[in-house]
C-alpha cells in the first residue's frame, strides 16, 4: 500500500513537472492523501519518506582557487539534482577534508574517510600526485576514487577497477597539437612542463604525436614546480641560446603564468617565437592576472569543446552569483558532473542503510593501513558508475574504461585580455573551421593552415614564425670542406699568406647563392677537413662521420649522396646530375673495314630486298611473257632477264617496255618502296663513314672483367666499392686525382701501365670529356646514384630550407652562370651519348613498306591467273580418256609459252610484217585474186610450210582424202610442235 502511494505520487509529480510547479503539485497530492488516509497511515509514510543518507568523502585542496571551485560545484550539482529528483531515496552526504597540496596529507584525508567515516565514495583528490596512493586505498576497500582534476596518462597505468577519472586524459589533446605542429611545418618542438606526475605524464605521447607529423623533440625544458624566479629565467635564457622557436607549455596555471611573464621581460615574446599552451592553463584562463593575459599575446590554446547550451548557460549565471566569481573553467563542469554521476550511480546500486564495511583478520601487529575494512556495496557501485551515461552541462558524459570520452578541441588565440576561438579539432576530422556532427566521419584528416581562422601570434605579427633562428649566442655554423688535389673545378681550399684558408668552386657558389637565398640570415664559415700541413684529413665518408660527431654544423662539398652516409647525416636534395658511368677512348677505324658497305641495313632487311627484288623481277616476266618481245627467248636468256630487270629497278637502269597495266601497277608501288629504301641506305651508310672515327674502343663491361683491364677510378671516391662490387680484380683498379692524370692513365694504355676504361660520376666524367671530348667517350650503362648533396646532422631544420632553395636556384639563370664559370661552355663539345645509336637499319622500319608491295604484287598475279584460265578455259573443260590432270596442265604450260596473238603489240607487229614481205605488189594481187576466184585452196600450189617457218614440211592435199582435212586443228597442232612457226607469216600470204 505504501509503495503504490509513493509510486503514484512521482508519477503524477513527473507528469504535471512541465506545466506547474514542482513545489506546489506535491504539496497539493500530498494534502489530498492527507485527507483521504488515516492518521496512523500518515505517519507510516512519513516514516518511509524520509532520505538514506549515503556518506561521500571528498579531497581536494582548499587554499587554491580549484580545489573551493570544486566543492562549490559539488555543493550546486546535489542540490539541483535532488531538488529536481526529490522522490529518490538516497542522499549524497558530503564529508569534506583538505590534502593542502600534499601527498601524504591526501592519503591521510583519505584513509581517515575509508576507517573512521566509511564513505562509499570519494571525489578527489586535485593533483595526479595525490592519486597514486589514493587510487591504491579506494582498490584495497572496494571504495571508488573519483577524480575531476587528476589527468596524468600515467594514472591509466595502474589499472584499477575502483579508479574513475570524469576528466580527460591529458594525452587526449597531443593529437589537436601535433595538427597544429603539421599545418605550419614546424619540424622541432621544444615542450616546457613542471617536474612532477602531472607534467611528464604528456611527455611520451606528445612525442609520439610529434613524431607522426615528422617533428621532433631537440630538448626537454623541466621546471621545478616549486621554481624560483631566477630558475625560470635561467631554463629560459638557455632555451634562447638554442634554435628552436617552437614551445609546448604544459603546467599548472600559476606556474604558468608566472613562466610567461619572465618570458615577455626576455623579449620572447615577439615575432620569432610560437607558443602553445594545453589545456591546464586554457581552462583557467579566467583566473589569470590581466598583466599576464596581455603578455600572452599571440599565444595558441587547445581545450575541449563546450556545448552551449541553456543548461550550462544557466548554471554559470547562478555560479557567478552565488560565489561573486567569474573562475568557472572545465574542471568546475567536470566537478559538477561528476557529483551527478555519483547521485544516479548511489540511487542505481540501492547503496542505503544496510551498506557496510566488513571487517576483516586483523592482527595485533597490524599497522593503522590495514586496519579498514571493505565496503559491501563496492562492487554494484563501481558497476553502477561504469555504466552511467547522461547530458551533462560540460556535455555527454560517458565513461570508457574508467575515462571521459574525449570531446572536440577547440583552437584559441589570445588577444588581448581573452582568448578567441579560431578552428577545431576532432579525431576523424583533424583542423576544421566549424564543428559539423553530422558529416565527422564523412571526410579525410586534415591539417591544412587553411582550415585555421586568422592568427595573431606574439609581437602581434599576422604571419606565422618560422619556427626556428640562429641562436642568439652568435654561434656561426662551421661548415666542413674537403680538400683534394685534383677536380678543383668542383671544391678547392686555398691558404692566402696569413695561413687563412678560402674556399671555392662550384659546390662552394651554389652553396653560397642557396643560402642568400633564404627568407633569413645564417652565419657560417668553412673549415677544411685537413690536417696540418694543409693535407686532406681523410675520405668523404670521414667528412660525413665528423658532422655525425657535431665537429662541424654541415659539410658542403661534391659529397656524394649513398645509403651508407645517410645512416648518420641528413643530406639536401642533389644539386647535381645523378650516376656513375664509364668512359672509354675512341678509335678511328674508317678506313680498315672493307665491308663498311654491308653496315647500313641488318641481315634481314639484306635477306628480304634480295627476295624482294627477285620476286619482282619474277612477277614482272610472268606478266609480260606472252605480250612482250623483251621478255621472251631462250630459256637461260629469260631466267637472266628476271634477276636483269628486279635488280635493275634499284637504280632504274632498266631499258625493258612494260606493256601490262598490271606490270605498270606493281613497279609504280615497288619504284616507291626501291627509292626510300636506297635513300635510307646511302644516308646511314654516309652517316656511318663520317662517324665511324668517333666508335668507343669499348662498350661492354663484361668485356673489360673478361680482358682483365685496368680500370680507373677517383681516389677517395665510393666508385671503388662500386667496382669490387662488380666482380672487378682490386689489384686492377688504378686511383687518379685529376683530369689531367686520367688524361695520361688512358695514353698509356692497359698493357702500359695505364687503363683501357674509367669510371666516375657524371659530372666528373663531363668535366673530363669538355676537356678530351676529341679523344674519349662516355658509353655503356648508368649506375644510379643520388648526385652531390649538402650534408647536415641528422633532425636538422636546415635541411628542408635550403632543399627549397637548392629547387629555386637550380630552376633559375643563376644555375646556368656558375656552370659557365667554373665548366666553360659545354656546347662546344658534343654529348658522346648522342652520337651512337643503333648503325644498322632494321626489317621493323620497312616492313610496312613490304607488306603493301606484297599485297600489290599478290593482287597482279591473281588477276592475271584468273585472267589466263578464262581465256584457255576450253583447254581445262576438255574431256577425254586420255586428257589426265598432268596433261591439261601441261597443255596450259605450253599455251603460256606461246604467244597472246590478241595482244596488240602483236597485231601491230602483224601489219608491219605484212608490208614488209608482200609490199603493194602482194596485196594489190590478193586484192585481184578475191575478186576472180572464191579464194579455193589449189592442191597443186597450197603448202603449208613457208620460208619464214622453221618446221616440217606440210603435207601433200593432192589427194582426194585430203580435202576434209581440218585446217584449225591442224593450225592448233603446229603451234604445239613450233609455237614460233608463223611468227612473220603474213595473213594473206
Known sequence: MLNYIYRLVSCAETMINHKMGKKTISLSIFSLLILFLPLEHLTVVEAQETPIPVKIGVVVDMDIYVGEMGINCISMALSDFYASHDYYKTRLVLHTRDSDRDVVAAAAAALDLIKNVEVQAIIGPLSSAQANFMINLGEKSQVPIITFSATSPSLASIRSPYFIRAALDDSSQVGSIAAIIRAFGWREVVPIYVDNEFGEGIIPFLT???????????YRSVVPPLATDDQIVAELYKLMTMQTRVFVVHMLTHLGARLFAKAEKLGMMSGDYAWIITDGMTYELDSIELSVMNSMTGVIGVQPFIPKTEEFDNFKTRYRKKIQRNDLNMFGLWA??????????????????????????????????????????????????????????????????????????????????GARVVGYWTKENGIVRDLNFTNANTSNYSTSKSNIGSIIWPGDKTSPPKGWVVPTNGKILKIGVPVKDGFSEFVHVTWNPNNIPEAGGYCIDVFDTVMEALPYGVPYEYVPFATSDHKTAGSYNELAYQVYLGNFDAAVGDVTIVANRSQYVDFTLPYTESGVSMVVPIKDDKSKNAWAFLKPLTWQLWLTSFCSFVFVGFLIWVLEHRINEDFRGPFWHQVGMVFWFGFSTMVFAHKERVISNLSRFVLIIWFLVVLILTQSYTASLTSMLTVQQLQPTVTDVTELIKNNEYIGYQMGSFVFGLLKNMKFDETRLLAFNSTEELDELFSKGSRNGGIAAAFDEIPYMKLFLAKYCSKYTMVGPTYKTDG?????????????????????????????????????DRTKCP??????????????????????????????????????????????????????????????????????LSSHTFKNMENRDRESVCGGDCMKRAAESSNEHDFQFSPSTFSVASPFTNGPPSPDFSSPDARNVDFEAIQQEIELVNPNQNEHLPSTC
Open 336 to 417: 559538477y558532473d561528476s557529483a551527478i554521476s555519483l547521485a544516479l550511480a548511489v540511487e542505481k546500486a540501492q547503496v542505503g542503510v544496510n551498506s557496510t564495511f566488513l571487517k576483516t583478520n586483523i592482527s595485533r601487529n597490524s599497522t593503522d593501513l590495514e586496519t579498514f575494512g571493505i565496503s559491501s556495496t563496492g562492487k554494484e557501485l563501481i558497476q553502477a558508475l561504469s555504466n552511467t551515461s547522461f547530458r551533462g552541462i560540460s556535455g555527454d558524459f560517458k565513461l570508457v574504461d574508467g575515462q571521459l570520452q574525449s570531446p572536440p578541441y577547440e583552437i584559441v588565440n589570445m588577444v588581448g585580455p
Open 788 to 824: 652531390f648533396g649538402f650534408v647536415f646532422p641528422i633532425g636538422s631544420p636546415l635541411v628542408p630550407d635550403v632543399s627549397r632553395g637548392i629547387l629555386n636556384v637550380t630552376e633559375s639563370k643563376k644555375m646556368i652562370d656558375i656552370e659557365k664559370k667554373w665548366f666553360g
Open 208 to 218: 609520439d604525436a610529434l613524431e607522426k607529423v615528422n617533428a621532433r623533440v631537440p
Open 831 to 900: 654529348d658522346s651519348s648522342t652520337l651512337f645509336s643503333s648503325n644498322s637499319i632494321g626489317l621493323e622500319s620497312f616492313w610496312g613498306l613490304f607488306l603493301i608491295v606484297g599485297i600489290a604484287a599478290a593482287s597482279a598475279l591473281i588477276i592475271y591467273a584468273i585472267k589466263f584460265l578464262r581465256e584457255n578455259w576450253h583447254v581445262v573443260d576438255r574431256s577425254g580418256h586420255e586428257l589426265t590432270i598432268w596433261t591439261k596442265m601441261n597443255d596450259l604450260l605450253q599455251r603460256f609459252k606461246n604467244r597472246d
